[in-house]
T-cell receptor, first 115, second 114 residues
Framework: AQKITQTQPGMFVQEKEAVTLDCTYD???????LFWYKQPSSGEMIFLIY??????QNATEGRYSLNFQKARKSANLVISASQLGDSAMYFC????????????FGTGTRLQVFP | EAGVAQSPRYKIIEKRQSVAFWCNPI?????LYWYQQILGQGPKLLIQ????????DSQLPKDRFSAERLKGVDSTLKIQPAKLEDSAVYLC????????????FGPGTRLLVL
């Protein structure tokens, strides 16, 4: 079974609007971490935001926020006030347990921001 | 602070040839990772080093792939002999010591095997 599922292969959003990228995960661990990375066409993976399974508040980093719904096992990324430079692939990833570094990535969502 | 450096950025080889990729992590980062990202997929961990020791290489195809990190700093990933299905982006990442730390990625090496 897939551990990380990103069901949206592509999303379009107009500049200055907000957009939500979906991510669901599957784990039996109580302790885990969820990450979002951005991958522009240049190829590097840029870390955006992190949510720990025990964090009670949703993580926020500037225009990025993570809508963490533990019971539904979802960790959606919300980008507010989209910019043209936000056009890229976005990957959700999970680290299971506390004593491991291994990240498991989803298949990604391509976001296109148009003027 | 300089990021993770990788070279070359692009490589085209024929099947059965060998190829090597180099990675220099962020200064002070004890943990180094190599990922393989096939087109249309997310990255998959190949091998993880803690200083110069291997922590996890369970997904490394050891019959053709090898990696080393001799002095606990930079690392080399080698493929010998290459197959068509090895065409992918090879990403290197590093993090400070500790399982809860964020991984920071380099720009990747795009490999095309003909």
């Amino acid at each position: 079974a897939q551990k990380i599922t990103q069901t949206q292969p592509g999303m379009f959003v107009q500049e200055k609007e907000a957009v939500t990228l979906d991510c669901t995960y599957d784990t039996s661990d109580q302790s885990y971490g969820l990450f979002w990375y951005k991958q522009p066409s240049s190829g590097e993976m840029i870390f955006l935001i992190y949510q720990g399974s025990y964090d009670e508040q949703n993580a926020t980093e500037g225009r990025y926020s993570l809508n963490f719904q533990k019971a539904r096992k979802s960790a959606n990324l919300v980008i507010s006030a989209s910019q043209l430079g936000d056009s890229a692939m976005y990957f959700c990833a999970m680290r299971e347990g506390y004593n491991t570094d291994k990240l498991i990535f989803g298949t990604g969502t391509r976001l296109q921001v148009f003027p | 602070e300089a990021g993770v450096a990788q070279s070359p950025r692009y490589k085209i080889i024929e099947k059965r040839q060998s190829v090597a990729f180099w990675c220099n992590p962020i200064s002070g980062h004890a943990t180094l990772y190599w990922y393989q990202q096939i087109l249309g997929q997310g990255p998959k961990l190949l091998i993880q080093f803690q200083n110069n020791g291997v922590v996890d290489d369970s997904q490394l195809p050891k019959d053709r792939f090898s990696a080393e990190r001799l002095k606990g700093v930079d690392s080399t990933l080698k493929i010998q002999p290459a197959k068509l299905e090895d065409s992918a982006v090879y990403l290197c990442a590093s993090s400070t010591q500790g399982a809860a730390e964020t991984q920071y990625f380099g720009p990747g090496t795009r490999l095309l095997v003909l």
